[in-house]
T-cell receptor, first 108, second 116 residues
Framework: QKEVEQNSGPLSVPEGAIASLNCTYS??????FFWYRQYSGKSPELIMS????GDKEDGRFTAQLNKASQYVSLLIRDSQPSDSATYLC????????FGKGTKLSVIP | GAVVSQHPSRVICKSGTSVKIECRSL??????MFWYRQFPKQSLMLMAT?????????EQGVEKDKFLINHASLTLSTLTVTSAHPEDSSFYIC????????????FGPGTRLTVL
């Protein structure tokens, strides 16, 4: 059974702080890793993808991948209230396995 | 780029009727599309994998005769909920896997189905 584990939260951070979201995955054959953001009542939106070990930065977002530890993380710098959402981690190859999501609340 | 549309966005129907939901990749080809269902405050649940030109693969517990999937082209997949009942009321979301090496999936905006 392929699994992706995330802390369900809620994770509360003050505006302007760094939010750190973590995820572990069970399938060592996974080649692709993604972070999606889902606002309440909306569908998920792809915000970051990462395929090799190390860091990948895109604006205020940094994804980190450690395949040896089967660990993926997402850092959000200068968190804004508009970042408040549920963040889904996904891992896999042809088919993705999604975590249940971490709810992030950014407090003004 | 990487836009997926879904139609209709919202539908209300009477129990026993069938509802068809369309999922289109607007600016890329998608040999594979996926159908998910999400109940309030719950996580995404994969229902089936749809492959262009072949039969869909259903997840355990999903009735293939109730949820008919057709993937007739590289940009269109449809999900038909047959003889819908109130317990089928949910948020149905499709995703399209962009053909290529990176396995990216892009989600449609979802269809909220309410069965009375």
């Amino acid at each position: 059974q392929k699994e992706v584990e995330q802390n369900s939260g809620p994770l509360s951070v003050p505006e302007g702080a760094i939010a750190s979201l973590n995820c572990t995955y069970s399938d060592r054959g996974s080649q692709s890793f993604f972070w999606y953001r889902q606002y309440s009542g909306k569908s998920p939106e792809l915000i970051m993808s990462i395929y090799s070990n190390g860091d990948k930065e895109d604006g205020r977002f940094t994804a980190q991948l450690n395949k040896a530890s089967q660990y993926v993380s997402l850092l959000i710098r200068d968190s804004q209230p508009s970042d408040s959402a549920t963040y889904l981690c996904a891992a896999g190859s042809y088919q993705l396995t999604f975590g249940k999501g971490t709810k992030l609340s950014v407090i003004p | 780029g990487a836009v997926v549309s879904q139609h209709p966005s919202r539908v209300i129907c009477k129990s026993g009727t069938s509802v068809k939901i369309e999922c289109r990749s607007l600016d890329f080809q998608a040999t594979t599309m996926f159908w998910y269902r999400q109940f309030p405050k719950q996580s995404l649940m994969l229902m089936a994998t749809s492959n262009e030109g072949s039969k869909a693969t259903y997840e355990q517990g999903v009735e293939k005769d109730k949820f008919l999937i057709n993937h007739a082209s590289l940009t269109l997949s449809t999900l038909t909920v047959t003889s819908a009942h109130p317990e089928d009321s949910s948020f149905y979301i499709c995703s399209a896997r962009r053909d290529g090496a990176y396995n990216e999936q892009f989600f449609g905006p979802g269809t909220r189905l309410t069965v009375l």
